[in-house]
């Protein structure tokens, strides 16, 4: 039996408890909002629960162990694994896995929009800002949103 959603939601905020984002901010205020934004944009109970647990391998929060083996549908751990960013690994490589990867690009979608939300980008330094905004650029462009 698979994890429900609700149940999805408790682990990410658990395993991300700690963690705070750029600004500060706990990092959890950004899996919510990509989940709600995953859910706006009509996305599957399965895209949601990515939404939620869409960093914790990237962050180390959860290994890729533990997602194989978790009871999670396929479509969950598959979009998981797609955006999760790969130590040098260049942004072409990860655009091309997202697109390949059926259900990937609405939860990257909704992840991009929170990053690039200018109220969350003015809370960081200048130089942070223009980095991660260039960045965020590239990615979009990559992927054709």
Do not use: F
Not at 3 to 26: F, I, W
Not at 31 to 46: D, N, P, Y
Not at 48 to 64: F, K, M, N, Q, Y
Not at 89 to 96: C, I, R
């Amino acid at each position: 039996m698979n994890l429900t959603l609700a149940e999805v939601e408790e682990l990410a905020r658990r395993v991300h408890a700690t963690q705070t984002d750029k600004a500060g901010r706990p990092y959890v205020e950004h899996l919510a909002a990509v989940a709600h934004g995953v859910a706006v944009r009509g996305g599957s109970v399965e895209q949601i629960a990515a939404a939620w647990l869409h960093d914790a391998v990237e962050d180390g929060c959860l290994s890729a162990e533990w997602l194989a083996g978790a009871p999670l549908a396929r479509k969950t751990k598959d979009i998981v694994l797609a955006v999760t960013k790969r130590p040098g690994e260049p942004l072409k490589d990860y655009a091309a896995r997202i697109l390949a990867t059926p259900g990937a690009l609405l939860v990257k979608e909704a992840d991009l929009a929170h990053n690039a939300d200018p109220v969350r980008l003015a809370a960081l330094d200048p130089a942070a800002r223009d980095r991660l905004t260039a960045k965020y650029a590239m990615v979009r462009a990559l992927l054709g949103v």
